[in-house]
């Protein structure tokens, strides 16, 4: 356990790695590795900066609106300057889209939906504080309601125009678990079609490439981009022709609860009465379209490839999506005693007892490589916040106390190797800096 020794110096070093991935108006996602405004990134980094700056948390979030694009989506990364990251602008091409913001560079996809939950930390250590905190973010609220709202009505329509309850995902980036085993199956049907050349650049980041997709994944990554573009970013016509569209059990819990979190909120200072019933209508479709997808035997979510209409069987950490978004209690004291059990934070061989973003008990588990097994300080606080909402606190306790466990060294690595407890990827990671901040307020 932590001393208030090592909780002193966490906190302090976690609000300087903030305060130098700081570039004015946003943060970027890390130093080197990935120098722009990822989205849901930004969710995580605003909590994190909130419990030091409530207008600093606000302006963060400010700055991702300036993104929006006319269709109501929060694009995946915000470019504000050149770099050598890959894919670039010229990559995305989101000139092809008459959607795209005016005066922002951006890419042309999603990722899950965590802002309002973020939202909802914010207005709450606003209010713990009072006066002048409170006053503007509760003003932010209310004026960036609508904003919000058309993000996840974006989500609830176009990505789910058969009306389904799961949203439905064009790119296993908008997962924001980019190699996850959940995409396998649908990315053994995704065939690079003619495109233009590329060299990627993630590799001269990290001592050993094994840590990252491989290149043949990367070729298929590339070539969905490939397929946005050809479609000009029309959903509809991505559909029709694209070769990756799948439900995201992660991506439809989290726009649950975020729906449910905007209704509250909004309902608290006065917003719009037809904009918090239709968040409302979200929160519901989307909590019965997760619920339907539990597997009776394992007791967990499932992704729906909705090419082949199969449900995706994987251990990931995306099979806990019930417990983010509720609506079953006897579900949600099974999945807190398998999430707390030997097939995940129990597990025997864990260095800590944190989330691994896939069951060390499961074939597909592989300790070093990304989404594939490491354990990422940001899934453990997503699962730690679902806990301590659903009255769990012992349960969120554990958590947050294992993964502050787990942060203690203060490099705020982008993923951990769950057996070693290595540091893996980036050091300085914004995002896991955040979370710590907000686990130790
Ligand atoms: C990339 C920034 C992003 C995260 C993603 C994670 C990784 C790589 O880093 O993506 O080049 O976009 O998979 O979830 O938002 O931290």
Not at 340 to 351: F, I, M, V, Y
Request: aromatic share 10%.
């Amino acid at each position: 356990q932590p001393t208030p020794h090592d909780i002193a110096l966490m906190a302090g070093r976690a609000g300087y790695v903030l305060k130098a991935n700081d570039r004015g108006r946003f943060t970027v996602a890390s130093p080197t590795l990935y120098p722009h405004m990822w989205s849901w990134d930004a969710g995580f980094v605003a909590l994190g900066i909130a419990t030091v700056s409530v207008p600093r948390a606000l302006d963060e979030l400010r700055t991702l609106l300036t993104g929006q694009w006319g269709t109501g989506m929060i694009p995946h990364i915000l470019f504000h300057s050149p770099s050598d990251y890959f894919p670039d602008p010229d990559r995305w091409r989101t000139q092809v889209a008459a959607a795209r913001p005016a005066g922002v560079l951006t890419s042309g996809i999603t990722q899950p939906p965590i802002h309002v939950i973020a939202l909802s930390r914010i207005l709450h250590d606003a209010r713990r504080r009072g006066g002048g905190d409170q006053e503007l973010a509760e003003r932010f609220v209310l004026d960036t309601f609508p904003q919000w709202l058309a993000w996840h009505r974006y989500l609830a329509t176009a990505r789910d125009p058969h009306e389904h309850g799961l949203v439905e995902i064009h790119h296993g980036w908008e997962s924001g678990m980019d190699d996850s085993p959940r995409w396998d199956a649908p990315y053994s049907r995704v065939h690079p079609g003619a495109m233009p050349p590329f060299t990627r650049r993630d590799l001269a980041h990290v001592s050993d490439p094994s840590q990252r997709p491989s290149d043949a994944e990367y070729a298929r990554y590339l070539w969905l981009v490939e397929q946005k573009v050809l479609t000009r970013y029309d959903d509809a016509a991505y559909r029709a022709t694209g070769d990756f569209v799948v439900g995201d059990v992660l991506v439809s819990a989290l726009l649950a609860a975020a729906s449910d979190l905007l209704a509250d909120m909004g309902a608290e200072l006065g917003a719009d009465p037809a904009g918090i019933e239709e968040s409302r209508a979200i929160a519901r479709r989307f909590r019965t379209g997760v619920l339907r997808t539990v597997d009776p035997a394992t007791g967990l979510a499932r992704d729906l490839d909705l090419r082949t209409g199969e449900h995706l069987d994987v251990e990931s950490a995306a099979g806990f999506a019930p417990l983010l978004c509720g609506g079953d209690d006897a579900l949600l004291r099974r999945q807190r005693d398998l999430l707390l059990g030997p097939r995940w934070c129990g597990h025997s061989r864990l260095r800590w007892p944190v989330v691994p973003s896939v069951s060390p008990a499961s074939p597909a588990f592989r300790e070093r490589t990304y989404w594939r097994g490491p354990q990422w300080p940001v899934l453990n606080w997503l699962m730690a916040w679902a806990l301590n909402r659903s009255g769990e606190q012992e349960a969120a306790n554990a958590l947050r106390l294992a993964g502050l466990a787990q942060l203690v060294d203060c490099d705020f690595a982008e993923y951990y190797e769950p057996l070693t407890g290595e540091q893996l990827g980036s050091r300085d990671q914004s995002w896991t800096a955040a979370i710590a901040l907000d686990f130790l307020a």
